[in-house]
C-alpha cells in the first residue's frame, strides 16, 4: 500500500507544470498559447527566453529525478519499484492531471530519471545528442535518436531487465511524442535550434 502511494505521489510530483507555471509567474501567460504550443523547456526557451528555458528544463528533469532518487536511496525500493516509480512521474509529466492530461514531451524529465537510474548512460545519451544538435540544430531530432539509443545503454551498464525495460517504455513513449517533429524533419520544415 506505502509504495502503491509512493508511485501515485510521483505521478502527481511529475505533473507538476514547470513552464507553465513559470511563464505565468513571470508575467509572460501561458506558454501553451505560443510557439509550438508545448510546456517543455524548448518552447519556453522560444517563447520566454533563455532563463525561463533553463529553469524549466532544471524543474523538468528535477520532477524525474526526485522521486526516483528517493525511492532508490531514501527508502531501498527494488529496481522493479524504482522503475515503476520512474514511469509514473515521467506518466505524470506526459499526461498530468492539472492540465487536463496535455503535457510535455518528456525529454527533460526522462533525463531527471536516467541520471539516477544510470548515469553512465545518460553521459553517453547526451554525447549523441550535443553532436547531432551540433551538426543539424535540431533539439528533436538530438532527442529522438539519444532516447532511443538510452535503453540500450542501460541494459549494457546497469545490466538490470527491470530498469532496460522502464527506460525502453519511457524513450519509447519520447520518440512517439516527437511524431510531429519526425514528420517536419522529414518535410523539411522542422525549425533549427537558434543560440
Known amino acids: 500500500m506505502q509504495i502503491a502511494l509512493f508511485i501515485l505521489a510521483a505521478y502527481l510530483v511529475g505533473a507538476i507544470p514547470t513552464g507553465v507555471l513559470l511563464t505565468r509567474l513571470a508575467g509572460i501567460g501561458d506558454v501553451r498559447q505560443a510557439g509550438s504550443g508545448n510546456i517543455g523547456a524548448t518552447n519556453v526557451y522560444r517563447v520566454a527566453g533563455r532563463r525561463l528555458g533553463l529553469l524549466t528544463l532544471i524543474g523538468d528533469a528535477l520532477k524525474g529525478m526526485l522521486p526516483v532518487l528517493v525511492a532508490a536511496s531514501v527508502l531501498h525500493m527494488s529496481e522493479a519499484q524504482a522503475a515503476m516509480t520512474a514511469t509514473a512521474a515521467f506518466l ?31 553521459l553517453g545519451a547526451l554525447l549523441i545528442f550535443a553532436a547531432l544538435l551540433w551538426k543539424w540544430r535540431f533539439v528533436s531530432l538530438g532527442s529522438v535518436i539519444a532516447a532511443a539509443a538510452t535503453p540500450i545503454l542501460v541494459l549494457l551498464v546497469e545490466k538490470s531487465m527491470p530498469l532496460f525495460l522502464a527506460t525502453l517504455f519511457i524513450s519509447a513513449m519520447v520518440v512517439l511524442r516527437h511524431r510531429v517533429n519526425i514528420e517536419r524533419l522529414l518535410n523539411g520544415t522542422e525549425s533549427r535550434f537558434k543560440v
Open 92 to 122: 505524470g509529466h506526459c499526461y498530468p492531471v492539472y492540465l487536463g492530461f496535455k503535457g510535455g514531451k518528456g525529454v527533460a524529465t526522462a533525463l531527471g530519471i536516467y541520471l539516477v537510474l544510470s548515469p553512465l548512460a545518460v
